[in-house]
């Protein structure tokens, strides 16, 4: 009986050490995801993320916050999660996610994409448009669920200290299609847009700057048969040498372009 007991005793053992084991892989694997989800936060400060990757990025957080509630209805919702570092390119594309919603707090929602003291400027002047977070959403049109934005072209901007410098995105919109913020010509015709957001470095992932310009080489509405539009084609443009005037004396490092033709895009076969 002793023996049987001893036997008893080890076969219990065996089976303490299964379950042990098993609940060791699966802490692993929870600190295996715990590292994923960290992966994917760098991941998503990348330059190179497309509006439709980072908007499906931004509304999986939206969910996961929202507890599965789904929408952005009744729950409270942030443009981007304090725990990650988002750039100009990934904001700007949050803004027009944001804008796209067809909800009851959709300008509550656009409040939390700026800073409190963003400003909206002329790109060719400098000059104030409009200042402060709440006269910038009230300066946006109500019946909302007529207009949708669409940024057609990119001209992200980044220095070699990211973690000092802002990045800068140059967003092209065809005539009425910027997120609340378009261009107008003589009689109040809406033009082609461009819009520069700058988001600084300190954490708050917020828009912290917004300059406007009417897009005059028609950028951003160039037809996809007419061919890609290139880094060259930015760079070269009416509106171009003002938005270096506006990177003087805001960043120290090294300046780099990332040019996006979302109407174009390369095939790999």
Same mark, same amino acid.
């Given at each position: 009986?002793?023996?049987?007991?001893?036997?008893?005793?080890?076969?219990?053992?065996?089976?303490?050490?299964?379950?042990?084991?098993?609940?060791?892989?699966?802490?692993?694997?929870?600190?295996?995801?715990?590292? &994923?989800?960290?992966?994917?936060?760098?991941? &998503?400060?990348?330059?190179?993320?497309?509006?439709?990757?980072?908007?499906?990025?931004?509304?999986?957080?939206?969910?996961?916050?929202?507890?599965?509630?789904?929408?952005?209805?009744?729950?409270?919702?942030?443009?981007? $999660?304090?725990?990650?570092?988002?750039?100009?390119?990934?904001?700007?594309?949050?803004?027009?996610? =944001? @804008? !796209?919603?067809?909800?009851?707090?959709?300008?509550?929602?656009?409040?939390?994409?700026?800073?409190?003291?963003?400003?909206?400027?002329?790109?060719?002047?400098?000059?104030? =448009?409009?200042?402060?977070?709440?006269?910038?959403?009230?300066?946006?049109?109500?019946? @909302?669920?007529?207009?949708?934005?669409? =940024?057609?072209?990119?001209? /992200?901007?980044?220095?070699?200290? $990211?973690?000092?410098? $802002?990045? /800068?995105?140059?967003?092209? @919109?065809?005539?009425?299609?910027?997120?609340?913020? +378009?261009?107008?010509?003589?009689? +109040?015709?809406?033009?082609?847009?461009?819009? =520069? /957001?700058?988001?600084?470095?300190?954490?708050? !992932?917020?828009?912290?700057?917004?300059?406007?310009?009417?897009?005059?080489?028609?950028?951003?509405?160039?037809?996809?048969?007419?061919?890609?539009?290139?880094?060259? &084609?930015?760079? &070269?443009?009416?509106?171009?040498?003002?938005?270096?005037?506006?990177?003087?004396?805001?960043?120290?490092?090294?300046?780099? @372009?990332?040019?996006?033709?979302?109407?174009?895009?390369?095939?790999?076969?």
């Amino acid at each position: 009986m002793e023996g049987r007991r001893d036997r008893s005793s080890s076969s219990d053992g065996r089976r303490e050490m299964r379950r042990g084991g098993s609940g060791d892989r699966r802490g692993r694997e929870r600190r295996g995801e715990g590292g &994923s989800r960290g992966s994917r936060g760098r991941r &998503s400060s990348s330059s190179s993320s497309s509006p439709e990757a980072v908007r499906e990025r931004g509304s999986g957080r939206d969910r996961e916050e929202a507890g599965g509630q789904g929408g952005i209805e009744g729950v409270k919702e942030v443009c981007s $999660p304090a725990d990650m570092s988002f750039t100009a390119a990934q904001l700007a594309d949050r803004l027009v996610e =944001v @804008y !796209n919603q067809k909800s009851s707090r959709r300008f509550e929602a656009l409040a939390e994409c700026f800073a409190p003291d963003v400003s909206l400027r002329l790109l060719k002047s400098g000059a104030t =448009v409009v200042k402060g977070v709440q006269a910038l959403t009230a300066s946006m049109p109500a019946d @909302y669920a007529k207009h949708t934005a669409r =940024v057609t072209r990119r001209l /992200f901007i980044t220095t070699s200290l $990211p973690s000092e410098d $802002p990045s /800068f995105s140059m967003d092209f @919109y065809p005539a009425g299609q910027g997120p609340g913020i +378009n261009a107008f010509g003589k009689g +109040n015709v809406k033009l082609d847009t461009i819009l =520069v /957001f700058e988001v600084k470095s300190d954490g708050r !992932n917020v828009i912290n700057q917004v300059w406007i310009a009417p897009d005059r080489d028609g950028i951003a509405s160039r037809r996809e048969d007419q061919g890609a539009v290139t880094e060259l &084609s930015v760079l &070269s443009s009416k509106a171009f040498p003002q938005v270096a005037a506006v990177l003087q004396g805001r960043v120290k490092g090294k300046i780099s @372009y990332h040019m996006h033709d979302y109407l174009h895009m390369a095939t790999i076969s």
